[in-house]
């Protein structure tokens, strides 16, 4: 008998991979900040968490190491700096993640409206 949290689990690895292969490549396959291009990271700017931006390309940033949890100016220990190296260098992916940041919200807002309706 197959195991369905095993496939499941299989599945969601398989295509953690893939989003993290197409998110260096979008960033030639070095860091978006000094282009370092060995130890390369794949980081999520919205949590992958939410379901809805998971495996989305354009929610991830290649990261060296450094720029990625290490340092002080990375995207783990400095949001606020994060997000203005997304607005300046990368402002269509700020723009396009900013949208996606709302439109999320406002989905959670609604269903927790609709699930207190029901009580």
Do not use: Q
Request: aromatic share 8%; proline share 3%.
């Amino acid at each position: 008998m197959v195991n369905k949290k095993k496939l499941l689990k299989k599945e969601k690895n398989k295509k953690d991979k893939e989003w993290a292969i197409a998110v260096k490549e979008r960033f030639n396959n070095g860091c978006a900040i000094c282009n370092r291009k060995d130890y390369l990271n794949a980081h999520h700017i919205i949590p992958r968490e939410f379901a809805e931006t998971r495996w989305d390309s354009m929610n991830g940033v290649a990261v060296c190491p450094v720029h990625h949890k290490l340092g002080n100016f990375s995207f783990h220990k400095n949001g606020l700096w994060a997000i203005n190296v997304l607005k300046k260098k990368y402002p269509e992916m700020h723009d396009y993640l900013v949208d996606k940041i709302c439109t999320i919200e406002i989905d959670r807002d609604k269903e927790s409206l609709e699930k207190l309706e029901e009580k």
